[in-house]
């Protein structure tokens, strides 16, 4: 039987601040000594939770998915971490599982948190 090894990250996030995040995130996992074939990072890696997805969301060819592809790439190994995406009028709490040679799979959260309102203004779509 194979096994998997993985790295799972669990951190503070810089409220809203995607650059620091992304800065932070990518010196983490550089610093990871152990060889991996999968990197977990925190779900709302790049931004933390809002109640605000339309300050923070970004499309499938953002600049966090970019950096997703990038750095699993360099690193050869799955990256996987949630961010808030915009899709049309629409905007998902979405799992981005990115394999190094750039080819992506994707989960939409479909029961948001909403204690506190935090899922309030994150429509659904509806999907086939």
């Not at 990871?32 to 977990?40: G, T, V």
């Not at 779900?43 to 499938?60: D, H, L, R």
């Not at 050869?76 to 599982?97: A, K, P």
């Amino acid at each position: 039987m194979s096994s998997i090894t993985l790295s799972l990250i669990q951190t503070k996030i810089f409220w809203k601040k995607k650059q620091e995040n992304l800065q932070m995130l990518e010196e983490k996992i550089n610093g990871i000594s152990s060889p991996n074939e999968i990197i977990l990072l925190p779900e709302m890696f790049n931004t933390g939770f809002t109640s605000e997805p339309v300050k923070v969301a970004e499309t499938m060819d953002g600049t966090t998915v970019n950096w997703m592809r990038e750095l699993a790439a360099s690193k050869n190994v799955i990256i996987g971490g949630s961010l808030v995406i915009r899709d049309g009028e629409d905007f998902y709490n979405r799992l981005v599982w990115m394999l190094p040679n750039g080819e992506i799979g994707t989960y939409d959260k479909r029961h948001l948190f909403a204690y506190g309102g935090k899922g309030q203004n994150i429509r659904l779509a509806k999907k086939g």
